[in-house]
T-cell receptor, first 117, second 111 residues
Framework: ETGVTQTPRHLVMGMTNKKSLKCEQH?????MYWYKQSAKKPLELMFV???????ENNSVPSRFSPECPNSSHLFLHLHTLQPEDSALYLC????????????????FGPGTRLTVL | GENVGLHLPTLSVQEGDNSIINCAYS??????FIWYKQESGKGPQFIID?????DKRQGQRVTVLLNKTVKHLSLQIAATQPGDSAVYFC??????????FGTGTRLTIIP
């Protein structure tokens, strides 16, 4: 296993629900990421956190709200989602994410399979 | 603009044979490349990486080749096994904290 865990592994929610995805990394890394993986599409970067500070928001709709209370934990709060938001949501972490420098290898969790009805 | 893509979406290989998965990129400023393997129901798993100052890097049963002249990256898997069946992604980085991923190639090992 990669040392990055995600819960829940599967989630079904209605468009009016509010839910949260959780990610935890046990690797001592400083950077954490949220990605969206849809069928037949490349991985889409959503958010980047470096030392608990958000350094990237890749034009993600406000119905997705990230939270990073510390370098080991990352949340993605979901509200009023649309059916097209159904996808695999992947969390990743890396040792460093120095602005202007090359990215160190990112290690992924198993993902949360989200279905929006 | 950035474009990381794979030549073939699917690849079937006989067990025991060698596999070659290809990847093209368009950003000549990219300085770091990674290959990931994603099995069904799992997240992408790091396989091997290579910096732009290298042409070749070897791991356990895997070799990555980088041809900067034609902006081409390949992953060679020696003596493929059933457990190698997965989707393989290449990703590139060009000096910031963002990786750009290709759509992936599905490798199927035929017993």
């Amino acid at each position: 296993e990669t040392g990055v865990t995600q819960t829940p592994r599967h989630l079904v929610m209605g468009m009016t629900n509010k839910k949260s995805l959780k990610c935890e990394q046990h690797l001592g890394h400083n950077a954490m990421y949220w990605y969206k993986q849809s069928a037949k599409k490349p991985l889409e970067l959503m958010f980047v956190y470096n030392f608990k500070e958000q350094t990237e928001n890749n034009s993600v709709p406000s119905r997705f709200s990230p939270e990073c209370p510390n370098s080991s934990h990352l949340f993605l709060h979901l509200h009023t989602l649309q059916p097209e938001d159904s996808a695999l949501y992947l969390c990743a972490s890396s040792p460093t994410a120095e602005l202007g420098g090359a990215t160190d290898t990112q290690y992924f969790g198993p993902g949360t399979r989200l279905t929006v009805l | 603009g950035e474009n990381v893509g794979l030549h073939l979406p699917t690849l079937s290989v006989q067990e025991g044979d060698n596999s070659i998965i290809n990847c093209a990129y368009s950003n000549s400023a990219s300085d770091y490349f990674i290959w990931y393997k994603q099995e069904s129901g799992k997240g992408p798993q790091f396989i091997i990486d290579i910096r732009s100052n290298m042409d070749k890097r070897q791991g356990q049963r895997v070799t990555v080749l980088l041809n900067k002249t034609v902006k081409h990256l390949s992953l060679q898997i020696a003596a493929t096994q059933p457990g190698d069946s997965a989707v393989y992604f290449c990703a590139e980085n060009f000096g910031n904290e963002k990786l750009t991923f290709g759509t992936g190639t599905r490798l199927t090992i035929i017993p």
